[in-house]
């Protein structure tokens, strides 16, 4: 018998005995990676999870201990929402469909970024920009967002409202040969990545990206018809950087430097849609001059207008993020704090070494407690937009100054 062969039979009898003495269907496997506090959170409400592999990573500041640990598919919603119980909104987790994925994923490595100077270039073209933009669009793409059912990644309301943005974007761009729009399909459900790109006159290879993610979720009963506004909880986030698209475009500015916005499916369930997107730019070895996560910008909870979060981002960039407020929204005070492990979008970037920033709405102590229920509502954000447009305008000033 040829070797070839000789697998092929061992393997069918591997395979046949496996489904004999299975007599029911092998539930599906899912890894996360979690850090400590949440991991030691999720043990009381799942005490036979073990980790498989623990590793202490290194953040901006300091240093966290992260778990990759194995469990049952079903078990991610419970773990989800303990999270959430136990811990606020903080910390998170990061979803892998195999074990050497989430083994990699405690591997931080991080690449060695060609020296950029970041730096106030382009007041001329910024400050028009800044002062043609408006609460009034922002307030109209929040509505139409949490007007959706829920926007689930696994819901139909959930691809209705990524189709929306979709055709929202295109027309935004109508008319425009070097901008385009369009779907990222994910692998395992139905919610698609939105994306804008305009393409750099004469730098087009090298990317600036900016983000915020499609999905809502409540923590409890999570359902096809389960309502999930998710006003504040992304649909601001897609808002503001929706608005700096708006005004960018309406000004004629031609950016050297490829613009890329990018709505994600599937945030809240393990950061999935951007996970694949930051690995297919890794793949495909794209250059990016940066990365600006936008999860939540219009509840102000906490006395200062923008909040930097200063683990698992960049610190140059966050460096650069504080020069662009000084600049251009000089009324602005900035704070600085931390969210932990998987928090948002921007660490699905940061894992592939990346530079990314994350300014938030409000501290960690003083965010919006509406968040991953059904009350996440504008009105429930004090019914406008002022705060949200801080965000867009910093977003409109980060994509000029960084595409030049
Ligand atoms: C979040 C982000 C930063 C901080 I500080 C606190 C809370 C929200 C995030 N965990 C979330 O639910 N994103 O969808
Ligand atoms: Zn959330």
Redesign the pocket.
């Known amino acids: 018998m040829t070797s070839g062969l000789l697998k092929l039979c061992l393997f069918s009898i591997l395979c046949l005995s496996l489904a004999a003495s299975a007599g029911s269907p092998p539930r599906k496997r899912a890894w996360i990676t979690i850090g400590d506090a949440a991991f030691r959170q999720i043990k009381t409400v799942a005490p036979e999870l073990t980790s498989i592999e623990s590793r202490q990573v290194r953040v901006e500041d300091g240093s966290e201990k992260v778990h990759a640990v194995v469990l049952d598919e079903g078990k991610l919603v419970t773990i989800a929402a303990a999270i959430h119980q136990r811990m606020g ?2 910390g ?1 987790f990061m979803y892998h469909a195999s074990e050497s994925e989430a083994r990699a994923a405690l591997d931080r490595r991080r690449f060695v970024l060609p020296a950029r100077l970041y730096g106030i270039h382009r007041r001329d073209v910024v400050e028009p920009i800044l002062a043609n933009m408006q609460e009034k669009p922002i307030e109209s793409t929040i509505l139409a967002l949490s007007a959706f059912t829920n926007r689930y990644y696994a819901s139909k309301s959930g691809v209705e409202a990524s189709n929306w943005l979709l055709s929202a974007w295109r027309e935004l761009a109508a008319g425009r040969e070097d901008i385009s729009v369009a779907l990222v399909a994910h692998k395992g459900y139905p919610q698609s990545s939105v994306t804008l790109t305009i393409t750099g006159t004469d730098l087009a290879d090298e990317y600036v990206v900016v983000g915020a ?1 499609l999905d809502s979720i409540i923590s409890f009963g999570m359902s096809e018809t389960a309502r999930a506004p998710g006003a504040d ?2 649909a601001s986030g897609v808002a503001s950087m929706t608005e700096a698209i708006r005004a960018l475009i309406d000004s004629g500015y031609r950016p050297r430097r490829s613009i890329h916005v990018i709505a994600y499916a599937a ?2 369930v393990g950061l999935r849609g951007s996970q694949d997107i930051a690995k297919q730019f890794k793949q495909a070895n794209r250059k990016v001059a940066g990365v600006l996560q936008l ?2 910008t219009n509840y102000k909870g906490a006395p200062n207008d923008i ?1 930097l ?1 200063t683990d698992y981002t960049n610190a140059a960039q966050n460096a650069f993020i504080a020069e662009l407020v000084g600049a251009y929204l000089p009324e602005l005070k900035l704070g600085y ?1 931390k ?1 932990g492990y998987g ?2 979008d921007h660490a699905s970037w940061d894992a592939q070494g990346y530079p990314v920033s994350m300014p ?1 709405e409000s501290s ?1 102590a003083r ?1 919006n407690p509406t ?2 229920t059904s009350r996440d509502t504008l009105a429930n954000s004090g019914g406008q937009t002022a705060h949200a447009l801080k965000f867009a305008r910093l977003a409109a000033a980060y994509m000029v100054e960084l595409s030049f």
Do not use: K
Request: aromatic fraction near 14%; hydrophobic fraction near 25%; proline fraction near 0%.
């Open positions: 909104q903080c998170g993610h909880d992304d945030e809240e999860d939540m909040y979060l704090d969210c928090c948002s938030f960690f965010d968040i991953h």
